[in-house]
């Protein structure tokens, strides 16, 4: 199943929108240059192949930089790896949080690291690129499949095609959301690009972030109204996905708009759970495994899965290696915190082999900073929550420390190994190997492990099941809901992770906000939920390197937004007004 739909969904799609950097200032809406796609003028001939083949490259857009090899990638200035959709977001959303260092100095990256970026960094211009140029493919689709469009090009449309149309722009739709999710996030007021805008108009920047923020929510919560029940194909978006985005947007109203929205987050929270009670861990749903979710056959808890009573990720990017390459996605989650070599960091074994978790090298540069390693309550590098069952640390005298001393050391920082590209058993269950007692560094999987291929088929979990019950109980600790049910919920994942459940006086805001960091680190999340509370910028909360400084210093408040690029503003001129704190 998995094979033969991503086989079908990403191979020789219709390249809907190929736009290059300028992409984000206006020129939003070209259609192929490659004249081996599906040209508009072809639409009449084979319009059912020619919608689909746009629809696929909304998809692809956030699975891939581009269709082939190295120099293919939908937008130019960064390499095809660094540009990938998810890697793009990860780079913005974890390395300036106190979850990750990156130690390679590269240029750009490192001042995203030490909080120090500016309006010229070219990761950011790529970010923002990225999400436009997805936005615009989106938009393409939307204006070709559109009533109007269909009568100029002189398509009859049958039931059954007008049955998928209805169904793909309401996919489009929900895959254009979460991109304005991110932009809204990141970059605050930024421009309103919309399908209802004809080719060549420039889009003009909202009036407000909240504006903005209306706009796109209106249009989900309309989305969801007339989204079918049911499972969906394998790799599209569900009801579950569409509803999960909502309340990302719900949970984070008020730092978006200023009026939070906690009884909506929680309303759609509750609806999500309602659909997935009965199966899975103590009947919830989750996947009985935590780092199931996260091995190379995890489509199984994908929608469309072969476990659908454990069915936690309720929106992801499928991949398969030699399908689907890129060195963004979990490959680059995976690559980044293993390594190739054999040496040894201290008096130990040689650690953290790429092989015990299925790929054919490393790359030996990314570890956990020291604040977010204390929060799982090491001791002696043995922590006993399940989550950190193949982390690598100081156990077995291989040099690691949890401390960050040395910033460019690979082993100053515990390696907190989620994703691998090794097998789960066919109950969802995870097996950990252990070399021997003398040799008690673990790995993921069964011994041996195939460690031939350079990219994972792990798919990317986008939003999970877990994440929902933590939004809903952190509405009920801002009075939406039962406080008492929201406990529940939260003690339902640390139960699962194999800790002991909170008590009543125990649940607050501060231990849920520890909780979300257990449980959904590296899935992009970690700086909007520190701004949501408060402790991404100021003085409430510093971490190891913060502000280029060892023991870390507060980031000055502008920066709970990141500039729009320079190279956006020129283009625009006074018209754009970028965000506070920036040139």
Aim: glycine share 10%; net charge negative.
């Amino acid at each position: 199943m998995k094979s033969s739909y991503i086989n079908k969904l990403f191979s020789g799609v219709a390249l809907a929108a190929m736009v290059g950097f300028s992409a984000c200032t206006g020129d939003l809406d070209q259609m192929p240059k490659d004249p081996n796609t599906l040209q508009a003028n072809k639409f009449a001939e084979n319009p059912r192949e020619y919608l689909a083949g746009v629809m696929a490259k909304c998809y692809s857009g956030i699975a891939v930089s581009g269709q082939g090899g190295a120099g293919s990638s939908d937008i130019s200035g960064l390499d095809n790896g660094t540009s990938q959709y998810t890697r793009a977001l990860f780079m913005l959303n974890e390395f300036p949080t106190d979850e990750v260092m990156w130690i390679w100095q590269d240029a750009g990256v490192v001042d995203l690291v030490e909080g120090n970026w500016g309006s010229d960094n070219v990761n950011i211009y790529g970010t923002y690129s990225r999400l436009y140029t997805h936005i615009a493919i989106c938009n393409d689709f939307l204006r070709l499949s559109s009533p109007s469009s269909l009568g100029e090009n002189g398509i009859n449309v049958d039931e059954s095609l007008q049955k998928d149309i209805d169904q793909f722009r309401l996919e489009a739709r929900a895959l254009r959301a979460m991109s304005y999710y991110n932009i809204i996030d990141l970059f605050g007021r930024a421009v309103v690009a919309w399908d209802d805008m004809p080719y060549g108009e420039v889009p003009q920047q909202a009036e407000s972030r909240a504006a903005l923020y209306d706009k796109v929510v209106a249009d989900l919560e309309d989305v969801l109204e007339h989204f079918p029940e049911g499972t969906p194909v394998y790799g599209r978006v569900g009801k579950d996905g569409v509803e999960a985005l909502l309340c990302r947007f719900y949970l984070n109203a008020g730092v978006y708009t200023g009026t939070p929205q906690w009884a909506k987050c929680y309303e759609h929270a509750q609806n999500i759970i309602r659909r997935h009670q009965g199966g899975g861990f103590q009947g919830s749903g989750l996947a009985t495994d935590y780092l199931s979710l996260f091995c190379s056959n995890n489509d199984m808890f994908m929608p469309g899965g072969s476990l659908p009573a454990q069915n936690e990720i309720l929106w992801g990017i499928p991949y398969q290696y030699q399908m689907t390459e890129t060195y963004g996605g979990a490959s680059f989650l995976i690559l980044a915190a293993t390594t190739g070599a054999t040496e040894k960091f201290g008096d130990g074994y040689a650690y953290c082999n790429n092989t015990w978790y299925g790929l054919n090298t490393g790359w030996t540069c990314m570890h956990a900073r020291q604040q977010f390693s204390e929060k799982f309550g090491f001791v002696n590098g043995v922590s006993s929550d399940k989550r950190t069952a193949i982390w690598i640390t100081e156990r077995g005298g291989n040099g690691f420390t949890i401390t960050n001393d040395d910033f460019s050391t690979f082993s100053n920082g515990y390696l907190p190994i989620k994703f691998t590209n090794v097998k789960c058993n066919p109950d969802g269950t995870m097996p950990v190997y252990i070399e021997s007692d003398s040799i008690p560094l673990p790995r993921a999987g069964v011994k041996p492990v195939d460690a031939s291929a350079p990219f994972a088929d792990t798919d990317l979990p986008l939003i999970r099941l877990a994440d929902v019950y933590l939004m809903a109980a952190e509405c009920t600790l801002n009075g939406a809901g039962d406080k008492a049910t929201g406990l529940q919920y939260a003690n339902i994942v640390r139960q699962r992770a194999g800790l002991s459940p909170w008590n009543s006086a125990e649940f607050n805001e501060s231990i849920l906000l520890d909780e979300r960091a257990r449980e959904l680190y590296w899935e992009c999340v970690r700086r909007t939920d520190l701004i949501r509370h408060n402790k991404f910028t100021g003085n409430a909360y510093n971490w190891n390197w913060k502000n280029g400084v060892p023991s870390g210093t507060p980031y000055a408040e502008y920066r709970n937004l990141y500039p729009i690029p320079s190279n956006v503003t020129a283009v625009y001129g006074s018209s754009y007004k970028q965000n506070p704190g920036y040139n």
